[in-house]
């Protein structure tokens, strides 16, 4: 298992902005606004705060917004980023916006 790297191969694999738990999340929502931006920040070689992009929590922490439903069902186990990086030998192995980055 390896912690992945915040990077912009990764953020593009991340499926976080698919996440059920982030659906109705009007600061997440907001957040994957940003994220073309962001992107293009990137390409420039401008690494963004890893705190303020919504996703690659499983690298980065815990998320910020506070509206998000860990009642529904957490899709990391469909990413490739989680799958790459053997992430369910981990700790936390999934819910990484609630729980943190994988240790």
């Keep these: ?5 915040f990077n912009m191969e ?16 009007e600061c997440a929502q907001k ?7 962001m992107m293009e ?12 992009v919504p996703g690659m929590y499983c690298a980065s922490g815990t998320t910020m917004c506070n509206d998000l439903d860990y009642d529904k ?3 990391c186990v469909n990413c490739d ?3 790459e990086n053997n992430l369910s030998e981990g700790n936390p192995n999934a819910y990484f916006c609630k729980n943190g980055e994988v240790k």
Excluded at 10 to 25: A, H, R, T, W
Excluded at 31 to 37: A, D, I, L, R, S
Aim: with cysteine; proline share 11%.
């Design 1 to 5: 298992m390896a912690k992945p790297e």
């Design 10 to 25: 990764n953020l593009q694999k991340c499926v976080c902005n698919e996440c059920p738990v982030q659906k109705d999340s």
């Design 31 to 37: 957040g994957f606004k940003m994220m073309p931006q």
């Design 41 to 52: 920040e990137m390409k420039k070689g401008n690494m963004p705060n890893p705190k303020e």
């Design 73 to 75: 069902m957490c899709n």
């Design 81 to 83: 980023v989680y799958k």
